[in-house]
T-cell receptor, first 109, second 114 residues
Framework: DAKTTQPTSMDCAEGRAANLPCNHSTISGNEYVYWYRQIHSQGPQYIIHGLKNNETNEMASLIITEDRKSSTLILPHATLRDTAVYYCIVLSYGQNFVFGPGTRLSVLP | DTEVTQTPKHLVMGMTNKKSLKCEQHMGHRAMYWYKQKAKKPPELMFVYSYEKLSINESVPSRFSPECPNSSLLNLHLHALQPEDSALYLC?????????????FGSGTRLTVV
């Protein structure tokens, strides 16, 4: 069973920041939070991951709450090409990816 | 090479046919996976190979038969499929470490069973 809950869908205006929340209230100390996205009919693509600290890379930022029970993926300037399903996944070494339903993000012109 | 390559991209097969899906990676990853994805649903894990040995079979029907000939190749042999097996079949690979469990996915094979 997936260990995360995410909104089913979200809209975002092009050029604005997209903030995608994820709840993982049962996360354990050695589990990381991973974000992947899947653009229509393609394979899932890695975005970012983190354990406790906030993380940033060229694609996005990841904000993890202090109690680690939730996180937010931020796409700072969303473009039409960011329209995709975004998956938040929690797992640790030795576990396999189990996808939840994800959030369908639509970036609107 | 940082890709997982899947062939063919599209496949149409009859219910009595035998076909195979192929997956290849040259990143030195020692774990490889098959996922099945129905329309508007998340990918579902089917099989896991670790160091060329089958480690997980998620109760997949025997009409799906995986094979890992070497550390770079993963096949999925298909026989006597049903129309409900039509889906996107995704392959992935990973080289796990304790702080970085990154999966690389292929673009998938879209299978239609007629």
């Amino acid at each position: 069973d997936a260990k995360t809950t995410q909104p089913t869908s979200m809209d975002c205006a092009e050029g604005r920041a997209a903030n995608l929340p994820c709840n993982h209230s049962t996360i354990s100390g050695n589990e990381y939070v991973y974000w992947y996205r899947q653009i229509h009919s393609q394979g899932p693509q890695y975005i970012i991951h983190g354990l406790k600290n906030n993380e940033t890379n060229e694609m996005a930022s990841l904000i993890i709450t202090e109690d680690r029970k939730s996180s937010t993926l931020i796409l700072p300037h969303a473009t039409l090409r960011d329209t995709a399903v975004y998956y938040c996944i929690v797992l640790s070494y030795g576990q396999n990816f189990v996808f939840g339903p994800g959030t369908r993000l639509s970036v609107l012109p | 090479d940082t890709e997982v390559t899947q062939t063919p991209k599209h496949l149409v097969m009859g219910m009595t046919n035998k076909k195979s899906l192929k997956c290849e990676q040259h990143m030195g990853h020692r774990a490889m996976y098959w996922y099945k994805q129905k329309a508007k649903k998340p990918p579902e894990l089917m099989f896991v190979y670790s160091y060329e040995k089958l480690s997980i079979n998620e109760s997949v029907p025997s009409r799906f038969s995986p094979e890992c000939p070497n550390s770079s190749l993963l096949n999925l042999h298909l026989h006597a499929l049903q129309p409900e097996d039509s889906a996107l079949y995704l392959c992935a690979s990973s080289q796990p470490s304790r702080d970085r469990l990154l999966y690389t996915f292929g673009s998938g094979t879209r299978l239609t069973v007629v």
